[in-house]
């Protein structure tokens, strides 16, 4: 295999594969738990296996999440409009989109289904292997 540079990079090769998902009716406190026992800051949100949202850290501590009784759920808070791309799309093009947007994640689809999650710490590991 050549050096960093010129090693292949596509989305299916740095995504996290079959990540974690919760929903929409899961509890808010279950979803935080998941997200502290397994290290991740994103969770898709899934019904019947079609993607319907996520649920970030940050929608954790948002004020609806500290407002909604008697005892919210992952509904009440997510991401109904994620940024999700299909498998096939050109990695640069999908890291770009999430640093105009300021994105902390993309969803990897696969013929509409769910198959992975690119995360700005997968992007690091990207850049890291780029450099001497």
């Keep these: 295999m050549g050096p960093p540079s010129q090693r292949p ?3 299916a090769k740095v995504m996290t594969h079959v990540p974690s998902v919760v929903r929409p009716d899961d509890s808010l406190a279950m979803a935080e738990r998941m997200m502290r026992t397994y290290h991740i800051r994103h969770l898709p949100v899934v019904r019947d296996g079609a993607l319907v949202g996520l649920l970030s850290e940050g929608d954790l501590t948002s004020a609806a999440a500290r407002d909604a009784e008697p005892k919210p759920r992952v509904e009440a808070v997510m991401n109904r409009t994620p940024y999700a ?3 096939a799309t050109p990695l640069k093009e999908v890291l770009a ?3 105009d947007r300021k994105l902390g994640s993309a969803l990897v689809t696969e013929r509409g289904e769910l198959v992975g999650v690119l995360t700005t710490v997968d992007a690091l590991r990207v850049l890291i292997d780029l450099l001497p």
């Design 97 to 99: 989109t999430m640093a």
């Design 85 to 87: 791309v299909d498998v």
């Design 9 to 11: 990079r596509t989305l």
